[in-house]
């Protein structure tokens, strides 16, 4: 509709020139209201102006054109194909000024514009076009499509129970085709596992009649086995256990390394080698045989090999018995003295500060009960969570940590361990930040320990892979999915569990509209 806007223009240029001075002073004064209703008082004494204005009128163009609204449409499509959202959007609104009103074509023009506004993030606008395109008779067919798009923008707005509600209604009256299937799977994992639960704490144990829904249908508050799978909580714990011994004739000609350069993995009767490290040619491919030299000391190590008739000379246990220097793994899981936190040595019942200036003793059978002590505090913090006293074990957890500084090095295991007991608290609660914080920290003492590429490294970056995705953390828990990938890959292979589920979250976060994975 090409209104004269300039004629008028220059027809009110003219009208305002010729008033009077004082009147001119009095509208420019005026509130709209009153201006609005000074000149409408003028044009009723002034037929001739009135007939002009509705000579203009009549030479403009204001019928709508159903062949304009397909031609603006059309455009908009384009320029929406090719991610000029802001263009598809002025197009589409042009579009429905051509519609008419309450037809099935104006419900498309809303519904299309609607499609704009979510990838621009404008996503109240969008509710408001998706509500205008339902009142005004959008096709049965079609409305699938806009109730998912409802449902990302609930989502995206943090109204998790209204886009569930919406997730539902599709999944049980409409029948999709696979792409929209697929988009519903990737909405209904989001919205299961977006837990935003920041003001208020997750109800460990809800009532029957609060739960709703479809029946077995995890609600927010549920742990969602899809991707969280097993394990107490949200924090999947993974840890080796001996189910069998078998003999594997070819496997059994690889020699032993306390530091290999293979990783070796079992499924059913088969074993798989891969290399943990790059192997040149010519270079000897090494297997551990179990006792790796990150885990243990150079002592028990070689008692542990002599049931194979043979004592190891491999790098790491020749460097550390020939220079004499104390195992690693030894100082980061020693006592610290109580009053500086300097290490704690000696080989008899009573332990000395390394610190020459403190001079602190402190007998070894004293510093081990305090451990053992430890140990049970935090097996009845565990035992709290179990049933539901999550903010209690966050405490007890916080003493045991506060105690155990007192006398442990701080690069202990059991630090590391405390450290993830609380990730899994604050998970089950729904505090993603804080459980990705303290999940970060047993990283980092995972990685001194059994180093960055290790099988322990990769389940701890498979647990922040998950707390980061739940918390909607889609840059970081994409670069984390990556790392995990790579490391648990070369111990498992690529049809491991772990890995098939980080391929699924990146997958899913690789399909967030653009401007979501840039807001994040």
Known sequence: MALPVAEWRGRTARLWAALDSALRERLAAASLHDAVRLGCDLLRTEEEEEAALVRLCHRAATDKKPEAASWYREQGNREFKQGQYQAALRLYSKAASHELPGSPELSVCFANRSAALLHLGHFEVCLEDIARAESHGYPDRLLPKVLLRKAECLLCLGRLQDAQEILRVLESKFALDGVMTTHLTRLKKLSQLKVKLGEKERCPEPAQEARGGIQGEPEIWEENNRISGPGDGAVVDKKPVRLATAFFPVLSLLNHSCCPNTSV????????????????????????????????????????????????????????????????????????????????QGEEDTLCCSNEACATSASRDHLSGRLQDLQQQIKKALGMLRVGKADQAIKMLLKCQMDAGTFLSPEHLLMGEMEDHLAQVYATLGKWQEAARHLKKSIEIVEMHHGPSSVETGHELFKLAQILFNGFAVSEALSTIQRAEGILSVHFGPQNAQIQELQEMKACLSELPRNILQRT
């Open 265 to 344: 993995s079992f499924s059913g009767t088969a074993a798989t080698v891969r290399a943990s490290q790059p192997i040149s040619s010519g270079q000897e491919v090494l297997h551990c045989y179990g006792p790796h030299w990150c885990r243990m000391r150079v002592a028990e190590r070689q008692q542990l090999l002599s049931q194979y008739f043979f004592e190891c000379r491999c790098p790491a246990c020749l460097e550390e018995l020939e220079s004499g220097v104390k195992s690693v793994v030894s100082i980061r899981n020693s006592f610290c003295c109580p009053k500086c936190q300097a290490q704690m």
